[in-house]
């Protein structure tokens, strides 16, 4: 009975997982995070929209054949998770009419380059392997991942609710770049043995030890940042210096054999973790 309970626990995790909920969640919390920080009221329309759409972008680009499976275990779930990720298209349909059209403006320019991120369109010469995708140019994809997080969880919450972009809004948006850059050197670090040599990620080129030394030199940017701002508050600083000094905890902590939840749900869950010590902490 225990053995069952534990493997339905185990299925149920994975498919939070590998279905995108996981990391919905976390552009959830990390547009949460810039509506607290400039003093907007909740958002459903904007929160729920990046939450679907973050399942709906990611799963295409993860299960529409334009990625590589690293679990062939995966493939029993394929099934499910296009349903799953149907319906949570409709949901993205849905709240996505309920915002401002200049929202959905900019939402198309970050949708534009989601889809060239993932579609094959570029001359095959440029590659090692079949992709020809944003996504397989020699070092460019871990800078526009973050770009497309940062402009999704900082910029459109803040259109939305038509707050005039100021110089805290730049210092933001920066931030939260480095951060998602920061946050992704453990999974650079992981796929070191799934990814082509072509992509030229930043441990690729330059080794696991001096990638972990730029993400403490990121990190640190991106906290001594929080000063420049205009408006700073001391609970804001300390929560700033826990989150930077977790993710740096998390990128010291990242080696090529990691364990199968490290990246996918303990570094991914940051961002959740941050939105919690911002609500514990206001």
Not at 213 to 224: A, C, E, N, S
Request: glycine share 4%; hydrophobic share 55%.
């Amino acid at each position: 009975m225990y053995f069952c309970f534990m493997r339905s626990l185990t299925i149920i995790f994975d498919f939070y997982l590998n279905s995108s909920i996981h990391v919905a969640l976390a552009v959830y919390a990390l547009t949460w995070i810039t509506l607290n920080n400039f003093g907007i009221a909740y958002d459903e329309n904007i929160l729920y929209f990046n939450f679907f759409a973050t399942i709906t972008g990611y799963n295409f680009v993860k299960y529409f054949g334009l990625a590589k499976f690293h679990h062939r275990s995966l493939a029993s779930w394929l099934k499910v998770i296009q349903i799953f990720s149907f319906v949570c298209f409709l949901a993205f349909g849905y709240y996505a009419f309920k915002l401002e059209i200049k929202t959905l403006l900019w939402i198309g320019g970050f949708g534009l380059i989601t889809f060239l991120y993932a579609i094959p369109f570029l001359p095959k010469h440029l590659f090692l392997d079949k992709q020809q995708n944003l996504r397989s140019i020699s070092g460019l994809k871990i800078y526009v991942i973050a770009l497309v997080w940062s402009g999704v969880t900082v910029l459109l919450p803040l259109i939305n609710n038509d707050f005039s972009f100021n110089y805290d809004v730049g210092i933001t948006f920066l931030q939260r770049f480095l951060f998602v850059i920061a946050l992704m050197l453990p999974f650079e670090i992981r796929d070191m043995k799934y990814d082509s040599l072509k992509l030229s990620t930043i441990p690729q080129q330059i080794g696991i030890t001096r990638t972990k030394i730029i993400g403490l030199l990121v990190l640190m940017v991106f906290f001594l940042l929080e000063y420049l701002k205009d408006y700073i508050t001391y609970q804001k600083i300390l929560v700033q210096l826990i989150v930077t000094v977790v993710t740096l905890l998390s990128v010291l902590l990242a080696f090529k054999n990691q364990r199968k939840y490290y990246s996918a749900f303990w570094v991914e869950g940051i961002p959740i973790f941050w939105l919690a010590l911002l609500i514990l902490f206001s």
